[in-house]
């Protein structure tokens, strides 16, 4: 996905036993390339965003990742299966650029990939490829039929939303004026808050520790 205007859908399936037994180089030699293809703020998703970003920091083309912007983000659907602080920072909804989309295409890839099983459950090999490779040929058609349908729904769901939520706001602010509405702040506020409190404050360690000897104490007196 680019994300300074114009959207890019890439689907790109990478096992996850390769992931982990090649230690990630495979996502970076994508990344590579991508950003050679696409160039400047390029977002990409992952299920494993926050530990991919460390990857990509460590790695040889962290400069080359820095100096064309590269945003990463973890998938809508996926996100929820991470921390708060992770999600406060990588979901797409508090991302700017990504709008909508909630970067599960392969999810939605994989559904419809479910309606070639009944055909290929006790299939050959030969046959089990034969059947997928007719459904994706026919689902790529299907799409590409329904290509402009489904940007002009997009672009009328923007438009509701962007309608509906300025009518929920502007009601909002009639019943509490005095109270500002800075949702970029707000997520800064609270993504301080739980580095604060990722660590346990010295003085409830303290306190802790406090009764639980005196707990001892009493049991052993």
């Known amino acids: 996905m680019r994300c300074s205007g114009e959207l890019y859908i890439i689907f790109i399936y990478l096992p996850y036993h390769i992931l982990i037994a090649s230690r990630e180089k495979y996502p970076l030699a ?18 494993i965003r926050c530990g991919l970003r460390k990857t990509v920091a460590t790695s040889s083309i962290r400069q080359k990742a820095g100096d064309h912007h590269l945003i990463l ?3 809508a659907f996926h996100g929820h299966a991470h921390n708060c602080k992770c ?10 650029g990504f709008g909508l989309e909630d970067l599960e295409t392969c999810e939605c890839v994989f559904t419809a990939s479910n309606a070639a099983v009944p055909l290929i459950r006790h299939a050959s090999h030969f046959h089990y490829v034969q059947f997928l490779e007719l459904h994706f040929d026919q689902w790529d058609i299907n799409k590409y039929l329904e290509l402009s ?4 729904n997009n672009y009328k769901q923007a438009l509701t939303v962007i309608s509906d939520y300025i009518k929920e706001l502007e009601a909002y602010c009639a019943t ?18 739980l580095e604060a409190v990722a660590v346990e404050p010295v003085q409830d360690a ?14 052993y007196q």
């Not at 303290?206 to 049991?219: G, H, P, R």
């Open 30 to 47: 994508t990344i590579n390339k991508l950003i050679d293809v696409f160039g400047d703020h390029l977002g990409i998703s992952s299920d």
């Open 149 to 152: 349908q489904f940007i002009l």
């Open 87 to 96: 999600q406060l920072q990588h979901d797409p909804l508090y991302l700017h």
């Open 176 to 193: 509490f004026p005095g109270q500002g509405l800075d949702f970029e702040s707000w997520i800064v506020e609270e993504l301080t808050y």
């Open 206 to 219: 303290t306190a802790v520790e406090y009764i639980e000897v005196l707990e001892k104490l009493d049991k």
């Open 73 to 75: 983000a973890v998938n």
